[in-house]
């Protein structure tokens, strides 16, 4: 079983910046491919980024295209989101991710962490 540590959420004015990182103990993270979600007041979850074991695929919410970048380290069993440009309506508890997969169009999650807060002022 994995388990996942998400930090570097906070507060943060419109426009600018935040890194979040996941570490990941228990398995190697190249077992899985790794997400991004997130959870706003009174929202459901949804999806925010997905990348590959290795890296090689990225798929991104249409609300973070062109904003976001999710990458890993599997040498450092850490997955990050690089968020700029960051928009009120980008606050939410973020949550990590493993072994996420597709069906029948809806994501399916086996681990998640246990978030992390981030919050964009206008």
């Known amino acids: 079983q994995v388990q996942l540590v998400e930090s570097g959420g906070g507060l943060v004015q419109a426009g600018g910046s935040l890194r979040l990182s996941c570490a990941a103990s228990?398995?190697?993270?190249?077992?899985?491919?790794m997400g991004w979600f997130r959870q706003a007041p009174g929202k459901e979850r949804e999806f925010v980024a997905r990348i590959s074991r290795f890296g090689g695929t990225t798929r991104y919410a249409d609300s973070v295209q062109g904003r976001f970048t999710i990458s890993r380290d599997n040498a450092k069993n850490t997955v990050y989101l690089q968020m700029n440009s960051l928009k009120p309506e980008d606050t939410a508890v973020y949550y990590c991710?493993?072994?996420?997969?597709?069906?029948?169009?809806?994501?399916?999650?086996?681990?998640w962490g246990q978030g992390t807060q981030v919050t964009v002022s206008s």
């Open positions: 991710a493993a072994d996420v997969t597709v069906d029948l169009g809806k994501y399916v999650v086996d681990t």
């Open positions: 228990g398995r190697a993270l190249s077992s899985f491919t």
